[in-house]
């Protein structure tokens, strides 16, 4: 019934960039942490950068002054804007949200990921 919709991916050279976004749409009351995975081939998924309803930020070391995650409230949105890509940043990437349903509770959400490409 909740919806997580990426897009943005694409391929780009390294030292260039790029912004995802994802949208969350459905039975939603109010939008909790909001963040962005990645997974590597033959890798677990990490958290790249997270970002709570306050907007406070958390971002992992490798992309800490590359990367900026920043949300929406009015839009459900989270973004993710990439810049100075490198190789190693290739990866599918997956946004999260835990979702205050309006029929109670509250989970977890996936998006359906998108590829991001960096070509040395």
């Known amino acids: 019934q909740v919806q997580l919709v990426e897009s943005g991916g694409g391929l780009v050279q390294a030292g260039g960039s790029l912004r995802l976004s994802c949208a969350a749409s459905?039975?939603?009351?109010?939008?909790?942490?909001m963040g962005w995975y990645r997974q590597a081939p033959g890798k677990q998924r990490e958290l790249v950068a997270e970002?709570?309803?306050?907007?406070?930020?958390n971002l992992v070391g490798s992309v800490k002054g590359r990367f900026t995650i920043s949300r929406d409230n009015a839009k459900n949105t989270v973004y993710l804007q990439m810049n100075s890509l490198k190789p190693e940043d290739t990866a599918v990437y997956y946004c999260?949200?835990?979702?205050?349903?309006?029929?109670?509770?509250?989970?977890?959400?996936w998006g359906q990921g998108t590829q991001v490409t960096v070509s040395s």
């Open positions: 999260n949200a835990k979702i205050i349903r309006v029929v109670g509770g509250s989970s977890f959400y």
């Open positions: 970002i709570t309803s306050g907007g406070s930020t």
């Open positions: 459905g039975s939603i009351f109010s939008i909790g942490a």
